[in-house]
């Protein structure tokens, strides 16, 4: 089975701009959570998508948006973006209460 | 809401020496699962605790999972350069919410 893939890798934006990343999760795994990861903080929890529906949200401006497609891919979007918003996206999917499968990550940078 | 707070935020360990990191939930969780991020990757699951009580165990690595449900500790034993990176806990109340904790970053020294 192919792993969870992000798109893109790497991403250089300027402040002010707005970001879609990609997600495809596991083949079969119909959640999907949205991590932000950034030096020393962790990983932040962003939201997570159940069947198309925003199933739980974390502590996020609004600026932070998301959303699940029927085939369980997902996309996150940034609005606005502002220095602060660096980081590593990560996107984990999983199947009911068990293990959460992580891809590689989007590294964002913003200039 | 339900947070996570794991201990300690980094720790550096000549190689042979033990290391712990500690999970403390402030809501009775369901499950606990544990996670390992080496430099420039993604986290990796280990394990789950789900009983209360229980203790689990891979080759060095040694997981418990407290009679609350509340708590959770991660041992390794004799830690090896091999054992470089972050490690995570992750809480999963019964709403099947998962909460990550700030993970602890592991140095080994050869």
């Known amino acids: 089975k192919a792993g969870v893939t992000q798109t893109p890798r790497y991403l250089i934006k300027t402040r002010g701009q707005q970001v879609t990343l990609s997600c495809s999760p596991i083949?079969?795994?119909?959640?999907v959570s949205w991590y932000q990861q950034t030096p020393g903080q962790g990983l932040q929890f962003l939201f997570e998508?159940?069947?198309?529906?925003?199933?739980n949200k974390g502590n996020f401006p609004g600026r932070f948006s998301g959303r699940q497609f029927s085939n369980s891919r997902s996309e996150m979007n940034v609005s606005t973006l502002e220095l602060g918003d660096s980081a590593l996206y990560l996107c984990?999917?999983?199947?009911?209460?068990?293990?959460?499968?992580f891809g590689p990550g989007t590294r964002l940078t913003v200039l | 809401g339900q947070q996570v707070m794991q201990i300690p935020q980094y720790q550096h360990v000549q190689e042979g020496e033990d290391f712990t990191t500690y999970c403390n939930s402030s809501t009775t969780l369901s499950n606990i699962q544990w996670y390992k991020q080496r430099p420039g990757g993604h986290p990796v699951f280990l394990i789950q605790l789900v009983k209360s009580g229980e203790v689990k165990k891979q080759k060095r690595l040694t997981f418990q999972f407290g009679e609350a449900k509340k708590n959770s500790s991660l041992h390794i034993t004799a830690t090896q350069t091999t054992d470089v990176g972050t490690y995570f806990c992750?809480?999963?109340?019964?709403?099947?919410?998962?909460?990550f904790g700030a993970g602890t970053r592991l140095t080994v020294k050869p």
């Open positions: 998508y159940f069947s198309e529906t925003q199933r």
């Open positions: 992750a809480g999963c109340n019964n709403n099947n919410d998962m909460r």
């Open positions: 083949s079969g795994h119909r959640s």
């Open positions: 984990a999917s999983r199947v009911g209460f068990n293990e959460q499968f």
